[in-house]
């Protein structure tokens, strides 16, 4: 099945749900034309953002430049710092099959990693998941997915995407939003089995084991 990471939606929906068609469509939201002048070209959403990109001109940076995003596995802990349970989200692919991710999405220009760490988390887990990120989060791993397979145990179909990824203590209330149907709660144990990594996208289940090794949570 096609496989799209570590974005999960097709559409690239933007924070408020909606969603971008990035080259079926002539016109973006509230109807401004798609693509007007080269890359960087004065448009309204320009103005309060330098780095905001038309649809067309994400399609076409996708086309010539890695991508940068975050990557969040969330885990609960105990009293001394140990990983009881890993989050692992559940999404519909754009085919309506069911698999497993992580939390996931760009950075924004002019965004810092922590805080685009901190927005994803929120956007996938809900405000009420209360993530505990250090002043200066360190990953665990740095992933690259490439749109050829094979070419590293991470594969997205779109894009060359460089990911950081972390290790994310959540102690609130997760409730999934946007396109996360559900974020399901396992043992260390069970987070790392073949099982769980079969149902899980462009490579992801390695991604896991080794954030897992990272907290010293595999046996």
């Known amino acids: 099945m096609p496989v799209r990471t570590p974005d999960p939606d097709p559409n690239?929906?933007?924070d408020d749900g909606t969603p971008r068609d990035p080259l079926g469509a002539s016109f973006g939201a509230g109807g401004r034309p798609l693509g007007?002048?080269?890359?960087?070209?004065?448009?309204?959403?320009?103005?309060?953002?330098?780095?905001?990109?038309?649809?067309?001109?994400?399609?076409?940076?996708r086309r010539r430049l890695p991508m940068l995003y975050?990557?969040?596995l969330p885990v609960r802990t105990d009293g001394i710092g140990t990983v009881?349970?890993?989050?692992?989200?559940?999404?519909?692919?754009?085919?309506?099959e069911m698999t497993r991710t992580l939390v996931s999405g760009r950075v924004r220009?002019?965004?810092?990693?922590r805080d685009a760490l901190f927005r994803h988390v929120e956007n996938d887990l809900g405000p009420m998941?209360?993530?505990?990120l250090p002043p200066q989060p360190a990953p665990f791993t740095v992933a690259e997915y490439f749109p050829i397979p094979g070419v590293s145990p991470f594969h997205d179909d779109r894009q060359h995407a460089v990911s950081l990824a972390f290790v994310v203590p959540v102690t609130g209330t997760c409730e999934p939003r946007?396109?996360?149907?559900?974020?399901?709660?396992?043992k260390p144990e069970e987070a790392a089995s073949d099982a769980l990594s079969a149902e899980m996208e462009g490579g992801r289940g390695t991604l896991v084991r080794l954030a897992l090794a990272s907290v010293g949570a595999l046996r």
């Open 12 to 14: 690239e929906r933007d």
């Open 36 to 61: 007007e002048g080269g890359f960087g070209s004065p448009t309204p959403d320009a103005a309060a953002n330098p780095g905001w990109l038309t649809d067309v001109e994400l399609a076409e940076a």
């Open 70 to 72: 975050v990557e969040a």
């Open 84 to 96: 009881t349970e890993v989050g692992i989200l559940l999404r519909a692919t754009p085919l309506g």
């Open 109 to 113: 220009y002019g965004e810092t990693v």
């Open 129 to 132: 998941a209360f993530p505990m």
């Open 178 to 186: 946007q396109d996360a149907l559900e974020v399901t709660w396992l």
